[in-house]
């Protein structure tokens, strides 16, 4: 039976939080398996890093994303070269893992147009603000596929908790139903939306029996064991892409974590949450939980980590340098790339900063 087909409580687990296993451990090379560990390690790294760049005054704002990893990490590298991502604003991992620059995510998040801007042949959507709006977007992208008769594509959609409340998400997992889009709503519930806890965003049990309603597969799986995100996406995608008789191609996954950090930069979670909380989500980090599995069968030892730790090391001081040598970015830019072309309202608008940018210079908008 396929691991999409269960109870929506009953949670897909594949190591347990010590690392051992308890589940059956897909099917993954080796070479693939030690590649996941990396770019875990990477996404953890550079997160640090970020929060440490943000807070010397050298970026505008960033939204860490560690403790998140197994859920980026485990799913993304379930999708096949054709498939699309259409990520929130957290995904930094997932995004680096398909394709998309350290650079960039660092340039977008100092505040430059040219971080949003895909390289040729990486299938990611810009980073969605606007909560859940994303959501839509992926199911057009799936509707796309249908439309065209691409069935070997699939769109995989990253939100989080909080976006479920939004009006788009229904819509999006309506539509997903009804047209049977190649979709996988990928659900990062990390437990907190900002300083609103799980429990006040719905009386739903599970986020993942939301699916039910719009006649889709719904799953749980512990967001924070990489392999069992892998095995439920891969799943998902699979589905999406060659249903067998009877099945549909839509599914909500609900991966269960948490957010180690703030919300983003400008958020202070102690005001919040308790520090007994984060411990205790601290002992289930996804990072030891795989390294435990790798040594423990022989794919990784002391000395492919110190390797892997030069390497993250290296390419996270070359991003930090490529992106701060980027000349700074001409503010009117901003109303260039809101759509294709330019509308006459976005014209009027983008005079109007001009001409008060003339008045009072770039000083006059920092001043508080
Ligand atoms: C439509 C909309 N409303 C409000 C906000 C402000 N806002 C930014 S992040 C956030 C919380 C989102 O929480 P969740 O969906 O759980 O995602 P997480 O940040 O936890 O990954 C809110 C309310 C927004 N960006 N967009
Ligand atoms: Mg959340």
New binding site residues.
Partial sequence: MSVLQRDPQDQVQVLDEDGNVVGDVPDIDDETLVDMYRHMRLARHFDTRAVSLQRQGRMGTY?PLSGQEGAQIGSAIALDEDDWMVP???EHGAALLRGLPLKQTLLYWMGHEKGNDMPEGVNIFPVA?????QTLHATGVGWTFNLRNETDKAAICY??????S?GDFHEALNFAGVFDTPNVFFC???Q???S?PRER?TASETIAQKAVAYGMDGVQVDGMDPLAVYSVTKAALEKAKNPKEGEGRPTLIEAVQY?FGA??TADDPTVYRDDDEVEKWKAKDPIPRLETFLRDTGRLDDEKIAAIENDIETRVADAIEAAESEPRPDPVNMFNNVYAERTAELDAQAEEFEHLLEQVGDEGFLRE
Avoid: C, K, L, M
């Fill in positions: 939204p929130s604003y957290r603000v606007p909560i859940a709006s939100f989080g908790d909080g976006a479920t939004e990062n519930n990390n907190w939306a900002i609103v965003q957010r919300h983003t």
